[in-house]
């Protein structure tokens, strides 16, 4: 089987991104958080500091690495919670309809009423900062969308003749949603968790930056971005270097949602092979 | 010989709250195990959901109003969920007019027979999947061990209809529910579909309630013929008898619409007999009085 362009580019920048955090200790020149010195201070990039240092003296290039976790944490675990909140209330809402259609149509409503990121922010205020309350924060507060595109595909997809056909061959309601909805619907739920991946990273920077997510003195992109935001004009790389790591994260993340889509619709992989 | 199904004054309708509409009218007929019972009557005269009636799949606002299904001496409407849906896949089953949506476009068809060995007869996926290819090759689909591995889109209509057969018939039921299974087909395919079934039935002693708008096939298929007007079953026969000596008025408007090589010559005949009136407005028919609409017909 060939595989698109879009997804052996999102592939390699995700894998390079997620082997980035895995081996940060092994990749990483300095302790991310120890190794300040204040005589290397806001220094631009060179052979010892790749990436630089920010206004504490530490590098950079070793923080994204470390950085790299929590973000990669926070994007994927919190997507994973979105995404399966979302397909299970959407799909069996869609499917047997009626008063738990309506009471699912209403919450989500109201999830979308209110900003997602305020949301998070109310319910960080309850839990206090971390890393445990922001995957919670993130993940109950972002899967209305997910909710709504499983709802609807759902409903376009029960008065297909298989779904039918599958009730009168003695299918129970459960196999009918794994075997012949799920699979049906992945494709579009799967960009959106990609795609929230993305978002996701960048909530967890808007939080870190209100001083709720991630504490100093340990990195995230976010964090780091926050830090470098005085900086910008006297040391740019402070803000270059994470601003790159999140985009090209993002962009991973979203040609890989792209490309997987592409491979599972069967119409596609006849095309390509 | 006991009926194996036995429809006895099936009434079925839309109920909504304080309002109900009827759409079927006392409809009885019984089908005997191994007999292909055919149903014929024009778009909107209740075939149809009288099978899904039968096979316990009306989705609401319709509803059953009264009368019985007795299926081997069972009473299907008295049926929990639970009970009616282990009666669907393994003693009846249903293959529908529209093949080319009716398979998961995302799975292989041999996955998807297999799918009912597990489900209804508890097979591991490796048994079943061998089951799946004897299933395919006595639909006599052409190269059944390469053709399992094949995807929906991937077979031409005649062949989906064939693999829904397979379904259908994969663990021996003992009734089959073909809802216009040939009306989307070439009429070659069709041919051959309807030969499948007429023989596949016939070796399994599998019975059909065939439900058809075309008499051609229906003559073709069936040993008894119902037919259906405005959800009344207005007359029933054997097959021959009722096409050559229809008693009703409808179904002697609905030979006579039926176009035959060199009618004209032979049967003396100018134009085909076109029945004018499309069902009325069902609220104002009464068992009764269904009829008065056609009295036209009636009257020739």
Same mark, same amino acid.
């Given at each position: 089987?060939?595989?698109?362009?879009?997804?052996?580019?999102?592939?390699?920048?995700?894998?390079?991104?997620?082997?980035?955090?895995?081996?940060?200790?092994?990749?990483?020149?300095?302790?991310?958080?120890?190794?300040?010195?204040?005589?290397?201070?806001?220094?631009?990039?060179?052979?010892?500091?790749?990436?630089?240092?920010?206004?504490?003296?530490?590098?950079?290039?070793?923080?994204?690495?470390?950085?790299?976790?929590?973000?990669?944490?926070?994007?994927?675990?919190?997507?994973?919670?979105?995404?399966?909140?979302?397909?299970?209330?959407?799909?069996?809402?869609?499917?047997?309809?009626?008063?738990?259609?309506?009471?699912?149509?209403?919450?989500?409503?109201?999830?979308?009423?209110?900003?997602?990121?305020?949301?998070?922010?109310?319910?960080?205020?309850?839990?206090?900062?971390?890393?445990?309350?922001?995957?919670?924060?993130?993940?109950?507060?972002?899967?209305?969308?997910?909710?709504?595109?499983?709802?609807?595909?759902?409903?376009?997809?029960?008065?297909?003749?298989?779904?039918?056909?599958?009730?009168?061959?003695?299918?129970?309601?459960?196999?009918?949603?794994?075997?012949?909805?799920?699979?049906?619907?992945?494709?579009?739920?799967?960009?959106?968790?990609?795609?929230?991946?993305?978002?996701?990273?960048?909530?967890?920077?808007?939080?870190?930056?209100?001083?709720?997510?991630?504490?100093?003195?340990?990195?995230?992109?976010?964090?780091?971005?926050?830090?470098?935001?005085?900086?910008?004009?006297?040391?740019?790389?402070?803000?270059?270097?994470?601003?790159?790591?999140?985009?090209?994260?993002?962009?991973?993340?979203?040609?890989?949602?792209?490309?997987?889509?592409?491979?599972?619709?069967?119409?596609?992989?006849?095309?390509?092979? | 010989?006991?009926?194996?199904?036995?429809?006895?004054?099936?009434?079925?309708?839309?109920?909504?709250?304080?309002?109900?509409?009827?759409?079927?009218?006392?409809?009885?007929?019984?089908?005997?195990?191994?007999?292909?019972?055919?149903?014929?009557?024009?778009?909107?005269?209740?075939?149809?959901?009288?099978?899904?009636?039968?096979?316990?799949?009306?989705?609401?606002?319709?509803?059953?109003?009264?009368?019985?299904?007795?299926?081997?001496?069972?009473?299907?409407?008295?049926? $929990?969920?639970?009970?009616?849906? *282990?009666?669907?896949?393994?003693?009846?089953?249903?293959?529908?007019? &529209? %093949?080319? /949506? =009716? +398979?998961?476009?995302?799975?292989?068809?041999?996955?998807?027979?297999?799918?009912?060995?597990?489900?209804?007869?508890?097979?591991?996926?490796?048994?079943?999947?061998?089951?799946?290819?004897?299933?395919?090759?006595?639909?006599?689909?052409?190269?059944?061990?390469?053709?399992?591995?094949?995807?929906?889109?991937?077979?031409?209509?005649?062949?989906?209809? $064939?693999?829904?057969?397979?379904? *259908?018939?994969?663990?021996?039921?003992?009734?089959?529910?073909?809802? &216009? %299974?040939? /009306? =989307? +087909?070439?009429?070659?395919?069709?041919?051959?579909?309807?030969?499948?079934?007429?023989?596949?039935?016939?070796?399994?002693?599998?019975?059909?309630?065939?439900?058809?708008?075309?008499?051609?096939?229906?003559?073709?298929?069936?040993?008894?013929?119902?037919?259906?007007?405005?959800?009344?079953?207005?007359?029933?026969?054997?097959?021959?008898?009722?096409?050559?000596?229809?008693?009703?008025?409808?179904?002697?408007?609905?030979?006579?619409?039926?176009?035959?090589?060199?009618?004209?010559?032979?049967?003396?005949?100018?134009?085909?007999?076109?029945?004018?009136?499309?069902?009325?407005?069902?609220?104002?028919?009464?068992?009764?009085?269904?009829?008065?609409?056609?009295?036209?017909?009636?009257?020739?």
């Amino acid at each position: 089987m060939k595989f698109g362009f879009n997804f052996i580019l999102g592939a390699t920048l995700t894998t390079l991104v997620i082997l980035g955090g895995l081996l940060a200790p092994w990749l990483a020149n300095f302790d991310p958080v120890f190794d300040a010195d204040l005589m290397n201070a806001e220094l631009p990039p060179d052979w010892t500091f790749w990436f630089g240092t920010d206004a504490q003296g530490r590098d950079v290039y070793s923080r994204i690495l470390y950085g790299a976790q929590i973000s990669l944490t926070v994007g994927i675990v919190s997507q994973v919670i979105n995404t399966f909140i979302g397909v299970a209330l959407g799909m069996s809402a869609a499917y047997w309809g009626g008063w738990w259609d309506d009471l699912v149509n209403g919450l989500t409503n109201v999830m979308l009423a209110i900003p997602s990121l305020i949301f998070a922010l109310a319910v960080m205020a309850v839990l206090g900062p971390g890393l445990a309350s922001l995957l919670i924060a993130l993940g109950l507060t972002n899967w209305s969308w997910t909710c709504r595109i499983a709802r609807s595909s759902t409903l376009s997809l029960k008065t297909l003749g298989y779904v039918q056909a599958a009730q009168t061959l003695g299918y129970g309601d459960v196999r009918i949603m794994f075997t012949q909805i799920l699979p049906n619907i992945m494709g579009p739920v799967l960009v959106m968790a990609t795609l929230g991946m993305g978002s996701a990273v960048l909530s967890e920077a808007a939080l870190s930056f209100l001083g709720l997510g991630i504490q100093p003195p340990f990195p995230s992109w976010g964090s780091m971005l926050t830090d470098a935001r005085q900086l910008i004009q006297l040391a740019p790389w402070t803000a270059i270097f994470p601003g790159l790591a999140i985009f090209l994260a993002v962009l991973g993340f979203n040609l890989l949602g792209d490309g997987l889509r592409d491979i599972l619709d069967p119409h596609m992989r006849t095309r390509l092979s | 010989m006991m009926p194996l199904l036995q429809i006895r004054n099936l009434n079925l309708g839309l109920k909504r709250a304080g309002s109900s509409y009827a759409l079927l009218h006392d409809v009885s007929f019984d089908i005997m195990p191994g007999e292909i019972y055919g149903l014929v009557g024009e778009s909107g005269s209740g075939k149809s959901v009288t099978s899904l009636a039968v096979i316990g799949l009306l989705k609401k606002p319709l509803q059953v109003l009264g009368g019985e299904i007795n299926f081997r001496g069972k009473n299907l409407l008295a049926l $929990r969920r639970r009970e009616m849906r *282990a009666m669907r896949g393994r003693r009846i089953a249903m293959v529908f007019q &529209e %093949p080319m /949506t =009716a +398979l998961n476009p995302l799975a292989t068809i041999g996955r998807q027979i297999a799918e009912m060995y597990v489900l209804h007869q508890a097979k591991n996926w490796s048994e079943a999947g061998q089951l799946a290819v004897e299933a395919l090759a006595s639909v006599r689909v052409p190269n059944p061990e390469r053709r399992a591995k094949d995807y929906p889109h991937q077979m031409s209509g005649g062949l989906r209809q $064939r693999v829904m057969i397979a379904m *259908a018939l994969a663990c021996n039921p003992d009734l089959l529910i073909a809802d &216009e %299974p040939t /009306t =989307a +087909l070439d009429v070659t395919v069709q041919a051959e579909v309807l030969k499948l079934i007429r023989e596949l039935c016939a070796e399994r002693g599998t019975a059909v309630l065939f439900i058809s708008h075309d008499l051609g096939v229906i003559a073709e298929m069936c040993q008894r013929v119902g037919v259906m007007y405005a959800g009344c079953l207005v007359e029933e026969n054997d097959t021959a008898a009722l096409f050559a000596n229809p008693r009703h008025e409808y179904t002697r408007g609905l030979l006579g619409a039926l176009p035959r090589m060199g009618s004209r010559l032979e049967h003396g005949r100018q134009r085909l007999v076109d029945i004018d009136s499309v069902i009325e407005d069902r609220s104002t028919l009464t068992s009764r009085r269904f009829i008065t609409p056609r009295q036209d017909i009636a009257a020739q």
